[in-house]
């Protein structure tokens, strides 16, 4: 998890809320990702960013929204729109694209009140 | 989407045995990867393999690769009980962009 730092470590939502959740790296990696994890489930990509200012929807961004103003810092915000938010939430960073690895953060426990 | 189908969903062996996992995807890839993942925690990389690589090693880790069949193994040869986590495959696609496309994994526990 070096490197890559997740913020806060648990989090909960009430209903009508939109929450932030905050992933910093000090890698200097050009990509950053957010995907999510269900109980028992694999990862779903919900957004993803190659440069700075520039990001792309994953496969489930409905309900989410992101930016990318620095290199360092890709925030993820859960919008009241995110009619089931509760899961694990994962930062990733890569190197460079042609490399392919990616570089988890320690996540974000997502929960609603 | 998930293109990654693993096999089993849940393994449970004794320390010391090998163990054994598959993961199948439907399209073409440009490498695959094996990813561990500690209750509660992120993945870490363990492996990666290309798509003109049929087998390949790092410890006691053993990956094989079969394009002809969209299929992969890892095998972890003698166990420790921290060996314990969930393992997940992940296809490197290009789709536009490079992206890795989870399987939903495959959960280990090593029996002390």
């Known amino acids: 998890d070096g490197g890559i730092t997740q913020s806060p470590k648990y989090l909960f939502r009430k209903e009508g809320q939109n929450v932030t959740l905050s992933c910093e790296q000090n890698l200097n990696h050009d990509a950053m990702y957010w995907y999510r994890q269900d109980p028992g489930q694999g990862l779903r990509l919900i957004y993803y960013s190659q440069i700075v200012n520039d990001f792309q929807k994953g496969d489930i961004a409905e309900g989410y929204s992101v930016s990318r103003e620095k290199k360092e810092s890709f925030p993820l915000t859960v919008t009241s729109a995110q009619k089931n938010p509760t899961a694990f939430y994962l930062c990733a960073t890569q190197e460079e694209l042609a490399k392919n690895i990616q570089y988890f953060g320690a996540g974000t426990r997502l929960s609603v009140l | 989407s998930q293109q990654g189908e693993e096999d089993p969903q849940a393994l449970s062996i004794q320390e010391g045995e090998n163990a054994t996992m598959n993961c199948s995807y439907k399209?073409?890839?440009?490498?695959l990867q094996w990813y561990r993942q500690n209750s509660g925690r992120g993945l870490v990389h363990l492996i990666l393999?290309?798509?003109?690589?049929r087998e390949k090693h790092s410890g006691r880790l053993r990956v094989t690769l079969d394009t002809s069949k969209k299929s992969s193994s890892l095998l972890i040869t003698a166990s420790r009980a921290a060996d314990t986590a969930s393992y997940f495959c992940?296809?490197?696609?290009?789709?536009?962009?490079?992206?890795?496309?989870f399987g939903q994994g495959t959960r280990l526990t090593i029996n002390p």
């Open positions: 399209t073409s890839i440009n490498n």
């Open positions: 992940a296809t490197g696609v290009r789709q536009g962009a490079q992206k890795l496309v």
């Open positions: 393999i290309r798509s003109n690589e």
